[in-house]
């Protein structure tokens, strides 16, 4: 099926609610492709980014449904909120909120100049670096984002940007907000930054 470009989200929602369920089918093909390829780079599993995905339709139904749905115009960007907020869920549930590679380019720990006070030991460092990365669930979410697509998944500033519908400039601000707040949760729990 040709998905008309002509409809506005806002129309077939309006459609949708009225009755209308193919105007449902269109929307959701629509913006399929950007919601589960998000979803999947974002979990790198296909099974995973299936359920996310249904779960994520399942919510925005329900939301439209209830008639709590008000972001009119804006439909992509809030069904990739609530895809997002589940896949944190999925990452909270999971433990799989760590660190799998740092760069050269950018070692997060690196350029803040980790120090615990009065851990010495490079057990007691993991432990530090541990608690660090428990740190990341408390960054607002934006924030949140940026510093996982960057340092969990190793992607450029630009491709952030791309990928979060943002300008490359507001990627660095949030991943650099996202270290100094990482900072004073950290300082709260007696670890140390300085920023080199």
């Given at each position: 099926?040709?998905?008309?470009?002509?409809?506005?989200?806002?129309?077939?929602?309006?459609?949708?609610?009225?009755?209308?369920?193919?105007?449902?089918?269109?929307?959701?093909?629509?913006?399929?492709?950007?919601?589960?390829?998000?979803?999947?780079?974002?979990?790198?599993?296909?099974?995973?980014?299936?359920?996310?995905?249904?779960?994520?339709?399942?919510?925005?139904?329900?939301?439209?449904?209830?008639?709590?749905?008000?972001?009119?115009?804006?439909?992509?960007?809030?069904?990739q909120r609530i895809a997002h907020n589940l896949m944190i869920d999925f990452f909270r549930q999971?433990?799989?909120?760590?660190?799998?590679?740092?760069?050269?380019?950018?070692?997060?720990?690196?350029?803040?100049?980790?120090?615990?006070?009065?851990?010495?030991?490079?057990?007691?460092?993991?432990?530090?670096?541990?608690?660090?990365?428990?740190?990341?669930?408390?960054?607002?979410?934006?924030?949140?984002?940026?510093?996982?697509l960057r340092i969990y998944f190793d992607m450029s500033f630009r491709e952030i940007a791309e990928?979060?519908?943002?300008?490359?400039?507001?990627?660095?601000?949030?991943?650099?907000?996202?270290?100094?707040?990482?900072?004073?949760?950290?300082?709260?729990?007696?670890?140390?930054?300085?920023?080199?």
């Amino acid at each position: 099926m040709s998905i008309p470009s002509h409809i506005a989200d806002c129309e077939l929602i309006k459609n949708y609610l009225n009755g209308s369920e193919a105007s449902l089918e269109i929307l959701i093909k629509r913006h399929q492709s950007a919601i589960y390829g998000r979803i999947l780079s974002m979990v790198r599993d296909e099974e995973v980014a299936d359920d996310i995905f249904q779960e994520t339709m399942f919510k925005a139904i329900k939301t439209m449904k209830s008639g709590r749905y008000n972001e009119e115009g804006k439909f992509l960007p809030w069904v990739q909120r609530i895809a997002h907020n589940l896949m944190i869920d999925f990452f909270r549930q999971n433990k799989k909120m760590y660190f799998v590679r740092q760069t050269e380019e950018y070692d997060v720990f690196a350029r803040l100049d980790l120090k615990a006070e009065s851990h010495e030991t490079k057990v007691e460092a993991d432990s530090v670096l541990d608690e660090i990365r428990k740190l990341i669930a408390y960054l607002p979410i934006e924030q949140r984002e940026v510093l996982i697509l960057r340092i969990y998944f190793d992607m450029s500033f630009r491709e952030i940007a791309e990928r979060c519908d943002i300008n490359i400039n507001t990627a660095l601000g949030r991943m650099r907000y996202a270290v100094l707040k990482m900072q004073k949760l950290a300082e709260k729990k007696g670890l140390v930054f300085s920023m080199n």
